[in-house]
């Protein structure tokens, strides 16, 4: 029943944060990531991302209002999750998870998804009767002013609200981050790098699952998807997934480098106990592939330019759920008296199984068709 | 007269400070314990004394701590075990804790060993518990007595003071357990809480046939000797978290 190796601490034999908690930071970063493309247009006039950037905002709602669940799922005690907002304890590092998740919801995504769709609401008030009437009639919140002054005061909103968002999008998820960098007894996660990795990387995977909802969202409906948008995705999607490798590797570098106690095991975690997951799935299949892919489509523009960059976005989508994975359950094979590994097995049903997990991420694809449906970001393509 | 006003204003908010600054220091000492790395405790707290070189490894210290506690009885939870540390000719060295030390260590030759001993296992209640800071909701806290508890009726199951505790000291309770309103929440080792604030010894210093655990009461004669003893060593002292379980008599390869 307890597989380990070498010498490990009785009680390490339970790997005690699961697939689960590596579905939470990965959930999280697409949130977060997905936040990031809608602000590359508010913010930063990237006007190619016109077509996406509705699709991005609801994209960003649906992952995180699935984000809390692989947590409830997880805590030995689900019915006393909300201590974790009513009385939380400053120190820990977790306890913020309240109020940015909170934060992030009601202050930015729903503030800006709201005065960014106001003027169609209303327009679909009188479009629509029966219940999606009143469902639209309730979601206008009383403001059916649709003047041109109106029209001023809600871009403006929706403007500094992505100025808020940015940073609050880098805390949502660097804080993840910091729940993992600061534990100080476990080599494999302490380090003041792993936010800002984790940051990276969730813009990467971010951008590549805004890329394959749109090509996707398109196939669907039956209409080709915009290739400049999903181009200047790709590019947008190489850039940050460069930084984002060159971050890895300052942290790989220092790791060997300074080579402190403990070395020989973490050489043998990356060698051996997480080969296929680290060295193959995410940094050649999810990483060296993608980057390669569009380097390779940029360069010779073949017909099939949006399904190789789609490719690509798959991959990557897949290499960073690795990164996830090694993160999480990688640093817990690690035994904390530098003379051992745990072992994981995931099971394939029940709490905390793989059946779960798959679950909890198919969830947001479903919330996602019912924003989507209700509120089409589709017009805007139509409009400009 | 305006001057002497003022003076006398500002002499006396530099009084009030000191005042103030007083208190706190008091307050401070009173709360935590000034256990250094050097192993010199003040005889506020509980601290705990390993003598590595009186263990036998025969593992009552864990079947009395199991029974006094309601230790779930799978080789997998525990508040406190023991580990084996070998050291052969080659320079290699084995460890080893078959079920925690439970049920002792067997005899298996030990070809080729040049050193060995037992080494006694449990929370170091640190004066800086990582566990206490990373809790979510404040669960797992300080006693003013400088025992770190965990509030079963209040830990949420996270996991994070596991995941914090850098000795591998805490464990989830499962549902095997005998106490119900423990099982999804953390346990650990609480010195015996229970026992030591009535002024007795934690079950597994009583079960010990060799003396090689001590706990030692705040202002005792123990805790002045203890004091003198050399070449006393906490775990992982790199990790910043004072631990109050001292050992003699190990090496750096014990963590």
Redesign the interface.
Known sequence: M?GFE?????????I??SVLIAVYPYITGLVAGAFIVASLLRVFNVAKLKPVYRLSLLTALAFLLAAPLP?IA????PE??F??ML???L?????G?GFIYAWYLLVVLLIEIYYDYRRDIVSWTSKFTGVRGFVYRILTLGDTDVSEGAAKKDENIVFWITVIGLPSAAILHGYVGF?FG?????PWWSSPLTPIIFLFSAMVSGIALVMVVYVFGSKLRGVKPNVACVDTLASYLLYSYILDLSLEFVELSHIFYAAEEGIGLISTLITDKLFLSFVVIQMIVGALLPLLLIVLTKTFKPKSQVGLFTLASILTLIGVFAMRWNVVIGG?LL?????GFSSYSMPIFGAESLSLALGILALPFVILYILVRLLPPWEVEAGG | MKMMKRRRFILSVIGLGFAAAGLQLKVRSGKTSETGDSGEAVDDVYIFFVDVTRCIGCGRCVVACKIENDVPLEPIYFRTWVERYRWFENGRIEIDSPNGGFNGFKDDGGEGVEKSYFVPKLCNQCEEPPCVQVCPVGATFSTEDGVVLVDEKYCIGCRYCIQACPYGARYIYPPSGQVRSRVGTADKCTWCYHRITRGLEPACVKACPTGARKFVFPDSEDARKIRLIKGLRTLKPEMGTKPKVFYRGIDSEVR
């Open positions: 307890i070498g010498f490990i601490y009785p009680n390490e034999a339970e005690y944060w947590l997880h805590l030995g005690h006393r999750a201590e974790i009385t939380p304890h120190s820990s590092a977790m306890a998870f729940i600061s534990v100080k007894a476990n817990q035994s904390k008296t530098l003379h």
